[in-house]
């Protein structure tokens, strides 16, 4: 082995040029296929930052008959409260909200968009401050908003990461009473999908988020169908469970409650939501840099049959030509070629060239052809197809200018 390597390294010494070229030709491939692993590893591979992810679920809305909704719909706290009671394949259920507003500064208006969240959202999805406190039962109630959980990144963005923060209280556009600070979320918690509030112009289900603040439903309001649900499976369930579950109970609200007719949960992975939009960009990125990897490798081994072509492919073109000057050139003399077929004779060439290098990499490396044989099957091809491009296509043959004349005058006669 270390012979080979030895024997290697003078190789590529005693070419450096042609080192070079198979170095960087790997290095772009590799480079640009880690590049893009890295963000896989990132964005797809790397679970969200939630205990046992796999566990959660979504629970979207779809029409009973199947057919498209024109708009998201979402659920009514009548019935996500009752499934909190009734469903067994469940160990947590939780509703939550977009929302978006400014944070009134002494230095101007900061924009900020966060969520609403029942008091058992954080508990389900396993979040716990990084700072501070989380919500309390005192937290939730009708009336103006008391405590406010800020995300981290807008904690440090915001507040210089300001360890002295809780307690302090923060002034909200069109909030009569400034909410107290209470804790600071980890980092890297995005936002879970609000399909009602897609349509908003600030919206941004990639991004993380900026606050938390705790609500909970009104009783006036038990009917509206604008929740977002987000539930925990059992240890013991299976998604495929818990969608039959939940069906059942939807259909069985639908028959005490009109308002509710129309429409069964549909559960989805949240793991699988949260990584569609990356799954969908991340994954042709990888092939295509795994294509130029592919390239690259190809390249490396084909760059010293590629040199060897050109001598080939000078002999084959330049041949070609010849014999096409003496066999229809000269008696074409005395009549000018026109641009096109200067073009013509130029596209000629290059077709040689392609047809010389294809020629010679099936018969090197996918016939095994000896190098000699490679070579000369190289030249045949490339000389037959240059010689009858040019010959059939540029120098095919016209009437000269004498015989128009002697058709014409007996045309008159």
């Known amino acids: 082995m270390l012979r080979d390597m030895r024997f290697a390294i003078r190789m590529l010494l005693k070419q450096p040029g042609f080192s070079l070229i198979a170095v960087l030709t790997l290095a772009l491939g590799i480079g640009a296929t880690s590049a893009v692993f890295s963000l ?5 591979l790397t679970p969200p930052p939630y205990k046992k992810p796999h566990q959660l679920v979504l629970v979207l809305t779809a029409r009973t008959d199947g057919q498209k909704q024109d708009d998201p719909r979402g659920w009514a706290a009548q019935q996500w409260m009752e499934w909190q009671k009734e469903a067994k394949s469940f160990s947590e259920i939780a509703a939550y909200g977009w929302t978006f507003n400014f944070l009134i500064r002494d230095e101007g208006s900061q924009s900020m968009q966060g ?10 999805m396993g979040l716990r401050p990084a700072l501070g406190r989380g919500f309390e039962d005192s937290d939730f109630g009708q009336g103006p908003v008391k405590a406010i959980l800020l995300g981290y990144e ?15 209280t923060v002034r909200i556009s069109r909030w009569d009473v400034p909410p107290t600070i209470i804790g600071v979320m980890p980092a890297g918690v995005r936002f879970l999908p609000s399909p009602g509030a897609a349509k908003e112009p600030n919206y941004n289900v990639n991004a993380t988020v900026d606050f938390w603040v705790p609500t909970e439903p009104n009783a006036k309001y038990l009917k509206e ?6 539930a925990r499976l059992d240890d013991r369930a299976t998604q495929p469970q818990g969608q039959g579950e939940l069906s059942v109970l939807a259909a069985r609200e639908a028959q005490s409650e009109k308002q509710f007719e129309g429409f069964l949960p549909q559960l989805e992975s949240l793991t699988d939501e949260m990584n569609q939009d990356g799954r969908r960009i991340l994954l042709p990125l990888l092939g295509a840099a795994a ?4 390239i690259g490798c190809g390249n490396a081994a084909a760059i010293s049959l590629i040199a060897a072509n050109t001598l080939s492919w000078i002999v084959a073109v330049s041949g070609s030509y010849i014999m096409n000057s003496s066999i229809t050139f000269a008696a074409e003399s005395g009549r000018e070629l026109r641009w096109r077929a200067y073009f013509t004779f130029v596209a000629s060439g290059i077709a040689g060239w392609l047809t010389n290098t294809a020629a010679l990499l099936v018969a090197a490396e996918v016939l095994l052809l000896p190098v000699w044989l490679s070579k000369g099957l190289a030249i045949l091809a490339s000389f037959v197809v240059n010689f009858s491009l040019s010959h059939f296509v540029v120098f095919r043959a016209r009437p000269r200018p004498q015989e128009d004349v002697r058709s014409d005058a007996g045309k008159v006669r």
């Open 225 to 230: 169908p604008y929740w977002n649900v987000v």
């Open 40 to 44: 896989i590893q990132g964005v797809l």
């Open 291 to 294: 294509l130029v990897l592919l």
């Open 154 to 168: 807008f904690w440090q963005r915001t507040f210089n990461a300001d360890p002295k923060i809780i307690g302090k």
């Open 115 to 124: 969520m609403e969240v029942t008091k058992d959202y954080l508990p389900l």
